[in-house]
DNA sequence: GTCTTTTTTAGAATAATTCTAAGTTTATTG
DNA sequence: CAATAAACTTAGAATTATTCTAAAAAAGAC
């Protein structure tokens, strides 16, 4: 068995070297690519593969709830590892998106007021500016 | 003077009569057009515009700070006359998109694990579900 | 009024994504 | 295993929100 190999599943969803490949590049990489990054890397596996097989790739991991999508105005959209609830923070000077994690114990409902018995089935947090240093 | 004329303005911009148009549109409505809805809206005023004329008033007054452009997934853009700080519930079934504000005396770091010193120039918040009927 | 800058415009261009329809792979069933 | 069905991949075309272009019109400055 590989390394790895055992992370290269994804509930409910037949993996084909497609998938795995385009899913193994999502795992190892902590930036967050976008679909046609994503397709240029393919180009260099054993599984190269179209843009639309990637597109459909990312689709299906995204159903599945094991990939979150990232929108950012209305540049393209890119693919993020960690399925957790979490923001996004878009450094401005370098385009970097880093993850930003919900201080344990807390949630949105403690600072948005939102009408109570409220379902939230997705949600999207997105800061824009500068880090320090 | 007329109803609402004290309304539009937008400080450091030329009002012409088609941004004027455009601006009173989006504060009449409290839904959250899209520029092809106001597009449309704009076919009955006094001065019908293109829809090249449309994007570009949005443009200016979201530079300007006076209209928030709100982006769900990888939908329209569509803009809202709240141009203060406060979050979106996306209705699920019905596709309605609601402001949502902060309880008063908070903010995202009180949820948030943010470098300290972090400069945020923009956020914006999404959530996707339903609200109690 | 003349000059300069800004705005509007129609239509073309762009680009991310989705669609189509055919071919390929994988799974299932007898 | 062979036959059939279902799911997946693919190249290329289509879609569509938005931006660009270059010329005309409007607004402001002098």
Aim: aromatic share 6%; net charge negative; charged share 25%.
């Amino acid at each position: 068995m590989k390394v790895h190999d055992h992370q290269l599943q994804v509930p409910g969803l037949r993996m084909t070297k497609q998938r795995k490949e385009v899913y193994r590049a999502l795992m190892e990489n902590q930036d967050h690519p976008s679909a046609s990054e994503l397709f240029d890397q393919m180009q260099d596996t054993e599984s190269p593969m179209s843009l639309a097989t990637v597109y459909n790739c990312l689709e299906a991991f995204v159903e599945h709830g094991a990939v979150k999508q990232v929108n950012i105005d209305r540049e393209p959209s890119r693919y993020c590892q960690n399925s957790t609830p979490h923001a996004h923070f878009h450094e401005q000077e370098t385009g970097t998106i880093h993850d930003i994690n919900f201080k344990p114990g807390t949630s949105l409902s403690d600072i948005l007021d939102l009408p109570e018995g409220t379902e939230i089935s997705n949600l999207e947090i997105t800061l824009k500016g500068k880090l320090p240093q």
